[in-house]
């Protein structure tokens, strides 16, 4: 489970308001920044839709080990980059017609 702290730097490292982060997830900005804030601790299911949010949005949560809580980006952005020209690449979306499938 995230802690606010990890929301915090998770929203920072991605560059997600926590406006656009409310629209992501679901859940309202007053909630996550309580949570941020450490003012309350909301219930584990909000949380993990936070934390979900944020993994796809590009960060990578590190678990309590030998080296402590944290977060770090999935791809470097130079590979984010790529990725989302690649993304952005292509026509249009159809049924692949592939022979003997």
């Given at each position: 489970m995230v802690t606010g702290s990890q929301c915090r730097a998770a929203r920072a490292l991605v560059e997600v308001s926590s406006r656009l982060l409310a629209t992501l997830s679901g859940i309202d900005e007053e909630t996550t920044a309580r949570f941020e804030r450490k003012l309350d601790t909301p219930a584990e299911e909000v949380i993990l839709?936070?934390?979900t949010a944020l993994e796809?949005?590009?960060a990578l949560?590190?678990?309590?080990?030998?080296?402590?809580?944290?977060?770090?980006?999935?791809?470097?952005?130079?590979?984010?980059?790529?990725?989302?020209?690649?993304e952005s690449e292509g026509g249009l979306v159809a049924n692949d017609e592939v022979p003997g499938v």
């Open positions: 839709t936070l934390q796809a949005a590009g949560f590190i678990a309590e080990g030998e080296r402590g809580l944290g977060v770090q980006l999935k791809f470097t952005r130079s590979e984010a980059r790529r990725l989302s020209v690649l």
